[in-house]
């Protein structure tokens, strides 16, 4: 059974860091895009960050360019995003995705991933 297990989250001060991980056991993505996106209370689930297969392209939403970073550390199964600067705007629920259908490139859609974790909590307090 594949399962891609996210922790990390919490409840920070605004200005603060979180590192979310995502880790996956079940079989290897190693060649596959993965990915992190968010949804806030009635809102749409949205891109956050995503990662090629090794790493060395990645892509970030506006709102999470220049204060997160995400990566990947393949030879332990698990994709982190590092959050820093936090706004209050930034609280939800935060998943790790992947897509197992697209080898080597890049992936920027939801529905382009089908592999999600459960999520994990964040949030950020005035």
């Known amino acids: 059974q594949v399962q891609l297990v996210e922790s990390g989250g919490g409840l920070v001060q605004a200005g603060g860091s979180l590192r979310l991980s995502c880790a996956v056991s079940g079989r290897t993505f190693a060649r596959n895009p993965m990915g992190w996106f968010r949804q806030a209370p009635g809102k749409e689930r949205t891109l956050v960050a995503t990662i090629n297969w090794n790493g060395d392209s990645t892509h970030y939403s506006d709102s999470a360019k220049g204060r997160f970073t995400i990566s990947r550390n393949s030879a332990v199964n698990t994709v982190y995003l590092q959050m820093s600067s936090l706004k209050p705007e930034d609280t939800a629920v935060y998943y790790c995705?992947?897509?197992?259908?697209?080898?080597?490139?890049?992936?920027?859609?939801?529905?382009?991933?089908?592999?999600w974790g459960q999520g994990t909590q964040v949030t950020v307090s005035s």
């Open positions: 995705a992947a897509d197992s259908r697209t080898d080597w490139g890049i992936s920027y859609y939801a529905p382009e991933y089908d592999y």
